[in-house]
């Protein structure tokens, strides 16, 4: 994959983070943030509905790069889940 000239695209990478996360994507070293609830694995395995954050750096390209990217990989994983529960 390719992304903006001079800037490649990197990969998805998933980096825990001991803080919130704000910080590391204020100062770039990482592109997009997605927080997952602590109780997500638990309400996901009961049949509840839980949201993830996604947050974004505001007018960087880089960062909406990303965000594409993850959004489609979370779309993908929704509609695995969505099919599971049909079974």
Same mark, same amino acid.
């Given at each position: 994959? +390719? %992304?903006? !000239?001079?800037?490649? =695209? #990197? @990969?998805? /990478? *998933? &980096? !825990?983070? @001991?803080?919130d996360g704000e910080a590391a994507l204020a100062d770039g070293r990482i592109? =997009?943030?997605?927080? *997952?609830?602590?109780?997500? @694995?638990? #309400?996901? @395995? +009961?049949?509840?509905?839980?949201?993830?954050?996604? #947050?974004?750096?505001? %007018?960087?390209?880089q960062s909406r790069l990303a965000e594409r990217r993850l959004r489609g /990989?979370?779309?993908?994983?929704?509609?695995? &889940?969505?099919? *599971? #529960?049909?079974?």
């Amino acid at each position: 994959l +390719s %992304g903006m !000239p001079g800037r490649p =695209v #990197r @990969a998805l /990478v *998933v &980096v !825990p983070l @001991a803080d919130d996360g704000e910080a590391a994507l204020a100062d770039g070293r990482i592109d =997009v943030l997605l927080r *997952v609830p602590t109780d997500f @694995a638990r #309400r996901l @395995a +009961s049949g509840e509905r839980s949201t993830l954050e996604l #947050r974004t750096r505001d %007018g960087d390209e880089q960062s909406r790069l990303a965000e594409r990217r993850l959004r489609g /990989v979370l779309d993908r994983w929704q509609q695995q &889940v969505k099919q *599971v #529960r049909l079974l």
